[in-house]
């Protein structure tokens, strides 16, 4: 089953917390706090798998999360940093974070990776807050939290050609002829239901990738037919083999056919419209071809379009198209996609405060619920660094500003207190 767009939950591991603990040894009176300091979550990372062609494994795992971090233990001692996780992709992927829709990354070469999601770092154990007047701190620090975040996975195909054109005009075929591809062959439209690729490896040409595109139609770029689904996989391609039925036996004419599908191009993407382009007018072998030929010659050549008369039934015209296309690729400049790069604003901790209606000052918010985490209110040390950060945030200043009064009650979560300056 092919798979080319997926939108997955990932998160990063969290950090471990810091400890609480104090040396406990004999002979060693007062022997002052040894508790040690959380690990490191783990970081989720992209990375291209060469052997990955869709993205079917996202259709079934939806959720994916890194180890978090070990709480640090005593004795000074450190906890373990999280695993990281690494999602391999195929080579093509381009990541985009689900809620903006902008782009993350583009991921195309072997073993290229991304940090989409970063572990939170590990807490401070009690250690860390002695000083030469807090000298037996009770409290620690939590480990943060690690980011988390929807991203959609869309996959676009790395190949050198594409093939393009209406239903049933012998793409297949001709990928089927000078590949060692099997694509499925039919006489009806929409036979192609997904992108197929195959290497053009003829004796004196050079190789390169093609890829047959499912038929478009008119509205494609709107999503009639199956063009939205895959028009994404012309866009890395260098050239586009246009297929035209130069029978004209299901009652198209081949130059508003080679009109419809460039304006359609152009519509979905001003760059995939400017590609280089060659014409290959096919079903030759059908009397009352040789006329559209004469007429898609003429029409073209006021574009400088190359058009070549092929019959992909019979084999017939279609070496010659190919190392047409073969010395066209070689004179092309590899141009890098031109993107800018989407990165997600860090996680920050937040707060803020409000008036409740039985008069207490209310403060919540991301900042409320990871300092509570640290503090042992049964401690006066801790109680003390409590008092500490608030002034040094800037919350007891902003309460003052809102008028706050000695004994006015201020609630944080469960945890309320009087405010005493």
């Known amino acids: 089953m092919f798979v080319d767009v997926a939108k997955i939950y990932v998160k990063a591991g969290d950090g471990g917390h810091g400890c609480v603990s104090f040396r406990r040894e004999k002979y060693v009176p007062f022997g002052g706090p040894d508790g040690g300091d959380g690990g490191r979550g783990g970081d989720v990372i992209f990375k291209v798998d060469p052997n990955m062609r869709t993205l079917l494994d996202f259709k079934y795992q939806k959720k994916y999360e890194a180890q978090r971090g070990e709480n640090g233990g005593t004795n000074n001692k450190f906890g373990k940093d999280g695993e990281d996780l690494i999602i391999k992709v195929p080579a093509g992927t381009v990541i985009k974070d689900a809620e903006s829709g902008r782009i993350m990354a583009d991921l195309v070469d072997e073993g290229q990776e991304f940090v989409v999601c970063k572990g939170g770092r590990g807490g401070r154990g009690n250690s860390r807050f ?30 050198d050609v594409g093939l393009i054109g209406f239903p049933n005009v012998g793409k297949s075929t001709i990928l089927s002829m000078v590949t060692g591809a099997k694509p499925k062959i039919a006489n009806y439209h929409f036979t192609t239901l997904t992108p197929n690729l195959g290497v053009v490896d003829m004796q004196g040409i050079k190789s390169f990738v ?16 199956l063009g939205i689904d895959f028009l994404r996989h012309v866009e890395r391609t260098k050239v586009l083999i246009h297929v035209i039925d130069a029978s004209g036996i299901e009652g198209r004419d081949p130059i508003d056919d080679f009109y419809k599908i460039n304006e359609e191009l152009k519509l979905y993407s001003e760059k995939l419209s400017k590609k280089p382009q060659v014409v290959v007018a096919n079903k030759c072998d059908i009397p009352g071809s040789e006329e559209n030929v004469k007429r898609l010659r003429e029409e073209l050549s006021k574009h400088g379009i190359e058009v070549f008369e092929v019959s992909a039934a019979t084999n017939k015209g279609l070496k010659e198209v190919m190392f047409y296309v073969s010395n066209m690729l070689d004179n092309i400049v590899e141009e890098k996609e031109d993107y800018e790069v989407y990165v997600p604003e860090e996680k920050r901790f937040t707060y803020t405060i409000r008036r409740d209606d039985d008069g207490a000052y209310v403060i919540e918010g991301s900042f409320v619920d990871r300092l509570l985490l640290s503090v042992n209110i049964y401690d006066s040390e801790s109680l003390k660094y409590f008092h500490k950060v608030l002034e040094k945030r800037g919350i007891i200043e902003e309460l003052k500003k809102m008028g706050i009064q000695d004994g006015d009650l201020v609630r944080m979560n469960d945890f309320e207190f009087e405010f005493v300056e």
Do not use: C, S, Y
């Open 130 to 159: 002695a000083t030469p007047t807090r000298q037996a701190p009770n409290f620690a620090e939590p480990g943060m939290p690690g980011e988390e975040r929807w991203v959609t996975l869309e996959l676009k195909l790395l190949a």
């Open 210 to 225: 093609l890829a047959d595109i499912p038929g478009l139609i008119e509205g494609a770029h709107e999503g009639v037919g």
